[in-house]
Protein backbone atom coordinates (compact mmCIF):
# COMPACT_ATOMS: atom_id res chain seq x y z
CA UNK A 1 0.00 0.00 0.00
CA UNK A 2 1.70 3.32 -1.00
CA UNK A 3 0.31 6.39 1.51
CA UNK A 4 1.41 10.22 -0.18
CA UNK A 5 1.10 12.48 2.27
CA UNK A 6 1.27 16.97 1.01
CA UNK A 7 2.46 19.82 3.49
CA UNK A 8 3.51 23.09 3.14
CA UNK A 9 0.48 25.17 1.94
CA UNK A 10 -1.15 28.46 3.53
CA UNK A 11 -2.00 31.78 2.55
CA UNK A 12 -0.12 33.60 0.58
CA UNK A 13 -0.35 37.62 -0.77
CA UNK A 14 0.04 38.24 -4.68
CA UNK A 15 3.78 37.54 -6.10
CA UNK A 16 4.69 35.63 -2.44
CA UNK A 17 6.35 32.54 -2.38
CA UNK A 18 5.60 29.35 -0.81
CA UNK A 19 7.18 25.15 -0.55
CA UNK A 20 5.25 22.28 -1.06
CA UNK A 21 6.40 18.79 0.03
CA UNK A 22 5.08 15.81 -0.51
CA UNK A 23 6.54 12.45 0.30
CA UNK A 24 5.05 8.88 -0.83
CA UNK A 25 5.86 5.52 1.58
CA UNK A 26 5.20 2.38 1.16
CA UNK A 27 7.67 -0.64 -0.14
CA UNK A 28 7.40 0.61 -3.25
CA UNK A 29 9.63 2.48 -6.08
CA UNK A 30 8.79 6.02 -7.24
CA UNK A 31 8.65 5.71 -11.12
CA UNK A 32 7.15 9.60 -10.82
CA UNK A 33 5.87 12.18 -8.80
CA UNK A 34 3.82 15.04 -9.83
CA UNK A 35 1.89 18.08 -8.65
CA UNK A 36 -1.46 18.92 -9.81
CA UNK A 37 -3.90 21.77 -8.44
CA UNK A 38 -7.59 22.50 -8.22
CA UNK A 39 -9.60 25.51 -8.38
CA UNK A 40 -13.41 25.73 -7.46
CA UNK A 41 -15.11 24.81 -10.24
CA UNK A 42 -12.29 23.77 -12.63
CA UNK A 43 -11.20 20.33 -13.12
CA UNK A 44 -7.93 19.41 -11.77
CA UNK A 45 -5.01 20.43 -13.66
CA UNK A 46 -1.68 18.72 -13.71
CA UNK A 47 1.07 21.01 -13.06
CA UNK A 48 4.10 19.34 -12.98
CA UNK A 49 5.79 15.17 -13.16
CA UNK A 50 9.24 14.72 -12.26
CA UNK A 51 10.87 10.94 -13.18
CA UNK A 52 12.83 9.34 -10.60
CA UNK A 53 14.71 8.21 -13.29
CA UNK A 54 17.16 10.63 -14.94
CA UNK A 55 15.58 13.43 -13.36
CA UNK A 56 13.13 14.43 -16.23
CA UNK A 57 10.86 17.17 -15.98
CA UNK A 58 7.14 18.67 -17.21
CA UNK A 59 5.85 21.68 -16.40
CA UNK A 60 2.78 22.97 -17.66
CA UNK A 61 3.08 26.25 -19.22
CA UNK A 62 1.60 28.64 -16.51
CA UNK A 63 4.21 27.95 -14.56
CA UNK A 64 7.11 27.38 -16.24
CA UNK A 65 9.06 30.34 -15.32
CA UNK A 66 7.93 30.80 -11.61
CA UNK A 67 7.76 26.93 -10.08
CA UNK A 68 10.66 24.52 -9.71
CA UNK A 69 10.45 20.72 -8.60
CA UNK A 70 12.99 18.91 -6.75
CA UNK A 71 13.34 15.41 -6.25
CA UNK A 72 15.06 13.69 -3.31
CA UNK A 73 15.12 9.81 -4.67
CA UNK A 74 16.53 8.20 -1.36
CA UNK A 75 13.23 10.26 1.07
CA UNK A 76 10.51 9.47 -2.28
CA UNK A 77 9.73 13.13 -1.21
CA UNK A 78 9.22 15.81 -4.31
CA UNK A 79 9.47 19.00 -3.27
CA UNK A 80 7.57 22.34 -5.12
CA UNK A 81 9.06 25.94 -4.51
CA UNK A 82 6.11 28.14 -5.87
CA UNK A 83 7.42 31.81 -6.80
CA UNK A 84 5.61 35.31 -7.93
CA UNK A 85 2.13 33.58 -6.97
CA UNK A 86 -0.91 35.05 -8.93
CA UNK A 87 -4.06 34.69 -7.72
CA UNK A 88 -4.75 31.98 -10.03
CA UNK A 89 -2.80 29.59 -8.67
CA UNK A 90 -5.46 30.03 -5.52
CA UNK A 91 -6.64 26.08 -5.24
CA UNK A 92 -5.75 22.71 -3.44
CA UNK A 93 -2.71 20.90 -4.45
CA UNK A 94 -2.50 17.60 -4.59
CA UNK A 95 0.54 14.97 -5.00
CA UNK A 96 0.34 12.20 -7.40
CA UNK A 97 3.02 9.03 -7.28
CA UNK A 98 3.10 5.97 -9.81
CA UNK A 99 5.28 3.15 -9.20
CA UNK A 100 5.70 1.95 -12.40
CA UNK A 101 4.78 3.40 -16.02
CA UNK A 102 2.10 1.49 -16.44
CA UNK A 103 0.99 1.34 -12.63
CA UNK A 104 -1.81 3.02 -10.41
CA UNK A 105 -1.96 6.45 -9.42
CA UNK A 106 -1.72 7.06 -5.79
CA UNK A 107 -2.80 10.06 -4.57
CA UNK A 108 -2.84 12.68 -1.84
CA UNK A 109 -5.25 14.24 0.32
CA UNK A 110 -4.25 17.79 -0.95
CA UNK A 111 -2.82 21.01 0.31
CA UNK A 112 -5.12 24.40 0.17
CA UNK A 113 -2.92 27.36 -1.71
CA UNK A 114 -4.61 30.64 -1.31
CA UNK A 115 -3.17 33.91 -2.95
CA UNK A 116 -4.93 36.85 -2.05
CA UNK A 117 -4.54 40.31 -3.48
Known amino acids: QVQVAESGGGLVQLGGSLRLSCTASGSTPVYSMSWARQAPGNPRELVVT????????WYTNSVKDRFAVSMDNAKNTVYLQLNNLELEDTGVYYCKTKTSRSGADYWGQGTQVTVSS
Open 50 to 57: VFSSGGSV
